[in-house]
């Protein structure tokens, strides 16, 4: 599976891992850039964006259906999506040393993936952010899962490509089985994902480390010492901080 990665601190170092999944037509590149400007600034992690496996234009996409499409044929799209990324994260998480459970990103389509994972495989992920993402009822989570992962979402009001009705009801189907499913409405929005949407997942971001510090979780702030994490990037990513390549095994979502 081809990726995109960047870390703040040496390769062997244990960090929090944070998948960032693209949206539809989009790519890897562009999603890590947009997802590490959302990032509190100090957090010490490792971020990968893995590539969906079909072709869109210049970019790609993870499924072949759309959030509006109906409940049927969006869950049978969705998840042997979920399923995939789910081995990626596993496969990833073999070969590098990660603190806790993995944090996920995802926007637009590829946080409806995001959805469906948290929904299907609840203790691999520690929680789960998305911009303007639903998930169909077929693939509600049926079940009350021990220490399930935080959700949170943001949707703009606007929004003419995935309806916001569809991402309430599905938060509160989170909401029902003990998730802590939050969801943010933008009413001046749509299906945009720039300055404010990306202010709005950095302050959601920020909150959950900060929780986790208090309740002694993997996920932490690194120390200053002067520098910012674009500086600690640069020297672990190459020569001005441009992303390492990667491959990871076992993802039957990208190939």
Not at 63 to 91: E, R
Not at 210 to 236: H, K, M, N, Q, T
């Amino acid at each position: 599976c081809p990726t995109r990665r960047r870390s703040w601190g040496r390769a062997d170092s244990e960090l929090p891992l944070i998948v960032a999944l693209h949206p539809w037509g989009g790519s890897p590149r562009g999603t890590l850039r947009q997802v590490q400007r959302a990032l509190p600034e100090g957090l010490a992690a490792r971020l990968v964006a893995p590539r969906g496996p079909l072709r869109e234009g210049r970019g790609r996409a993870w499924i072949g259906a759309f959030a509006a499409d109906p409940d049927d044929a969006l869950s049978a799209a969705l998840a042997p999506a979920a399923a995939g990324v789910a081995a990626f994260i596993g496969a990833l998480r073999e070969r590098v040393p990660t603190a806790g459970r993995p944090i996920v990103v995802g926007i637009s389509q590829g946080g409806l993936v995001a959805l469906a994972l948290a929904a299907r495989d609840p203790h691999a992920v520690g929680a789960v952010f998305v911009l303007g993402a639903t998930l169909p009822r077929g693939l509600w989570p049926r079940a009350t899962p021990m220490d399930p992962p935080r959700v949170w979402g943001w949707h703009g009001a606007r929004d003419r490509y995935v309806p916001l009705r569809r991402t309430e009801v599905a938060f509160a189907a989170f909401r029902r089985r003990g998730y802590g499913a939050e969801l943010e409405v933008d009413e001046r929005r749509g299906h945009r994902f720039d300055g404010p949407a990306r202010g709005a997942l950095r302050a959601a971001l920020a909150r959950f480390v900060d929780a986790s510090v208090r309740e002694g979780g993997a996920a932490g702030r690194a120390p200053r010492r002067g520098r910012g994490p674009r500086d600690a990037l640069g020297r672990a990513g190459g020569r001005g901080g441009r992303p390492r390549e990667g491959r990871a095994s076992g993802s039957g979502a990208s190939r």
